[in-house]
């Protein structure tokens, strides 16, 4: 497991994420709403990627730890946790569905893709400028691979190598009402 896994020891629930910008969002998300993680004994765990999955329910799930879990994964990597899930429970054939009611999210492309969604693309575009990196996104736009994407897939391309540093301002920028909903699920769920 992760060193971040050291700190879930002392946990009474953990949300498993793939990276670490899922972690940040995730935290920003919780502060924004004024709760304490720490205080409620709520771990979020960037797991190194969706196949450590497996490894991550063994340890802190009920074979281990025994910790109430959530989790958050990308559209692709879907498959990872479905199957873990039914290795590490009683259930078979899970759908979508099932994931949610144990606590597993899917994010339709990724968690940055459902930000930039959530926010518009004029917020993000605020955002990026309040960062004073709107002349290197415009700069980005130009280059022949990217001329021909739309503008939200711009976004995200820009966003790729930059998501530690954007996935907690983005979330800052968001709504209330517009969170997305795997992110407020996990949250709601690793709660109760």
Not at 61 to 81: K, N, Q, S, Y
Not at 104 to 109: A, E, N, P
Not at 126 to 150: C, M, N, S, W
């Amino acid at each position: 497991m992760p060193v971040a896994a050291a700190e879930a020891v002392s946990a009474r629930a953990v949300v498993l994420v793939e990276g670490v910008s899922d972690r940040l969002a995730v935290e920003a998300l919780a502060a924004r709403r004024g709760l304490d993680l720490a205080g409620e004994r709520v771990s979020v765990v960037p797991i190194g990627g969706a196949q450590a999955i497996g490894s991550a329910l063994a340890h802190f799930g009920p074979a281990g730890l025994d910790l109430r879990l959530a989790g958050l994964c990308d559209a692709g990597e879907e498959r990872w946790f479905r199957r873990a899930l039914e290795r590490a429970g009683p259930d078979a054939n899970l759908t979508r569905h099932d994931m949610e009611r144990l606590g597993f999210f899917v994010c339709v492309v990724n968690l940055e893709d459902e930000l930039i969604r959530a926010l518009g693309e004029a917020a993000v575009l605020r955002v990026i400028d309040e960062q004073r990196e709107l002349g290197a996104f415009r700069t980005y736009q130009k280059q022949p691979a990217h001329r021909e994407r739309t503008l939200e897939e711009q976004l995200w391309g820009f966003m790729w190598n930059r998501k530690i540093r954007y996935a907690p301002l983005l979330v800052g920028a968001l709504d209330p009402a517009r969170v997305p909903r795997p992110l407020d699920g996990v949250l709601t769920h690793v709660r109760q």
